[in-house]
């Protein structure tokens, strides 16, 4: 004998119902959204008053009042009322390109070109991924040959002089290349079942974590040398990006590591049940749900290392930042340090909104593919 | 905090470079390399820093290409490194650079501790004060209660530490890390007090800010800044190349040999000065173990120590300064070369 359940929910079929009627149009939003009563209003009033006056200020500093050229020495910017933008025509080539050679400058502006085409290709999504990431692989390695040169008459330029945004896009490419296998083997080595192996990696995280970026390039960079056999010289730039790589894998590892734990324990099970073995259930059948869990706290990181990459100022190169500020002390321009910190605002702010979009495509793009798999 | 680190970490390097092995000679390594590295500061214009093209430009940028002038008869032979007062000193010890020219004050602390060695200053300085003129403040005992920008690590923060016990006046400290950070603090109104070189002062106050004349500089100069090359203490032999490198600039204005004249002076001097400086007779080049001609290259390439001020600092250049106690000795400046 068997009793049912007591249910609070209606049994038998639901009334239907025709959809609430939503009043549509150009009044009906201002009513609802902006008017809606007349607290409402007096806001809507004041806050649009007081953001029609800033706009007003910031378009007058910015364009009406603005100096757009001057002479070498800065003399037309001196009366100006508004914004001096004839600042970033004289030192955009040091912003961009640092103390880079100057005939050669152009190997560096190619450079740039060959990161935004294919970003921008890549966002199209055209091709497939395996495409995407060998040409990525590609864009980076002639990123370094053209920068280095030293080949088919290009002069050799050593890794000193290197500069700007060619350096930041190079310092940034291989952290993350470097960094995202290795946060991987981080984040399974810690959820491994052999002590040692959990140990190295519970260690490097906290250790790395633990201590700041900058100390830890500092270290790499200019402490490391004194400790290795003189006749091993490895590049500062090498060593600083292993550092780089290192700390972006420590903070990495417990972003993917939180995502193999939202992997129910029943799929690895089902997995062994199948007969499959720890790597290929690990490739197959966890990393893919994992990481596809993770994208959005993965490219808060990656959008972190590519400002993260102003630290290698310490080094004594010149990226973008430094590269501003350094060129920003000259004494006939060194007023007008606003526009130059308000252009590379907009460079890191322009560059790090397209990753986070593509971030958030890639996270719409999972979402599809999972409603389509439930289907 | 981060200066504490800073400490911390200089005082390991130096450690380690204590511990270090002794390494081949400065002039070997060099000569291996192809160029003289040199630490430079970077953000100081009329000292080193980058034009709009890239190139370098200074009073420090030029002794380090007559350093590479005087060893490769080349002053294009030399790199540079950009530095922070955090790293200039630790980038020396650990071999990371060969000299470093990057406004270093010689104090004695910094001359004993770190095992490096202070060479003839290339520019004297000494800190100032500069405050708006609204203030009212005519000299430094009626600061009480100010709030002072300063540099952290920098020798301005221990001039204020010493005004505040001389004169027994509190002052607040606001610690800033960049120059630029300081001016437009200062101008901006968020401290009364600017401390800086003299030199720094001047040019600060003719560069940025809104309006020069509504600020003064105290009458009182607290300290001695001399500023010039240091080297690492184990290496007598290009400690006195650096060293004559610069005393070459200094005998080669108090001669009368600039970079146009000095072709003459070779052919036709009869002074014995001028001939022992430009290897007529014996330059010295045997002793440093340097080419015959490289006393006439630096001067020929890069000059003597008035031309290169006049076009980094001086009459020549945005910043204008005056000679003052950098004149030669015969002018009652401290500027002095040892007879050749």
Known sequence: MTTAPRSFAYSGTAATRTPPEVPRGVRAFLHRHLFNSPLGGVATFVLGAVIAIVLWRVLQWSVVDAVWYSPGDGSACRDAAGACWAVIAEKYRVILFGAYPYQQQWRGALVVALWLGWGAISATRLLSVTLRLAGWAVVFVASILLLGGGFLGLEAVGTDVWGGLPLTFIIFGGTVAGGLPLAVLLALGRRSQLPVVRFICVATIEGVRGIPLLALLFFAALILPLFLPPQLTVDKLIRAEVGMIVFFASYAAEVIRGGLQAIPEGQDEAAKALGLGYWLRTRKIILPQALAIVVPALFNDIIRAFKNTTFFSILGLFDVLGATKAALQDPQWVRYGTEGYLFVFLLYFLICSAMSAYGSSIERDNQRRARKAAR | ?340
């Open chain 2, 1 to 340: 905090m981060r200066n504490y680190l800073a400490t911390g970490l200089v005082a390991l390097s130096a450690l380690a470079a204590v511990c270090g092995p002794a390494g081949a000679s400065t002039l070997d390594t060099v000569k291996k390399n192809g160029v003289v590295t040199c630490a430079v500061n970077g953000s100081r214009p009329g000292f080193s820093a980058v034009d709009s093209k890239g190139e370098w430009h200074g009073i420090d940028v030029d002794t380090c290409r007559a350093l590479a002038a005087a060893v490769f008869g080349d002053a294009s032979k030399v790199k540079f490194l950009k530095t922070n007062n955090q790293t200039r000193l630790t980038a020396l010890q650990t071999g990371e650079v060969d000299v470093t020219v990057a406004n270093t004050t010689w104090t004695r602390a910094r001359d004993t501790d770190l095992g490096l060695d202070f060479v003839s200053p290339t520019f004297y300085d000494g800190q100032g004060l500069m405050v708006p003129k609204a203030l009212g403040v005519k000299n430094a005992q009626e600061l009480d209660g100010a709030s002072v920008c300063v540099r952290p690590g920098s020798t301005s923060e221990r001039v204020v530490a010493d005004i505040q016990k001389k004169f027994g006046i509190k002052l607040k400290l606001v610690v800033i890390d960049d120059q630029k950070e300081i001016n437009t603090a200062f101008f901006g109104g968020r401290c009364d007090v600017a401390v800086q070189s003299t030199s720094g002062l001047s040019s600060t106050r003719a560069a940025v800010a809104p309006n020069p004349d509504d600020y003064v500089i105290l009458p009182q100069i607290f300290g001695k800044d001399p500023m010039g090359p240091v080297v690492r203490q184990d290496d007598p032999q290009w400690r006195d190349i650096v060293q004559w490198t610069v005393f070459t600039l200094f005998q080669a204005e108090e001669s009368g040999v600039t970079s146009k004249n000095v072709d003459e002076m070779k052919a036709d001097s009869k002074d014995a000065t001028v001939r022992r400086l430009l290897g007529v007779d014996d330059s010295g080049g045997k002793g440093l173990g340097l080419d015959p001609a490289w006393a006439y290259n630096v001067i020929k390439q890069v000059g003597n120590y008035g031309e290169v001020f006049d076009r980094n600092v001086g009459k020549d250049s945005p910043l204008k300064l005056e000679r003052g106690i950098n004149a030669q000795y015969t002018d009652g400046g401290l500027i002095y070369a040892p007879p050749l």
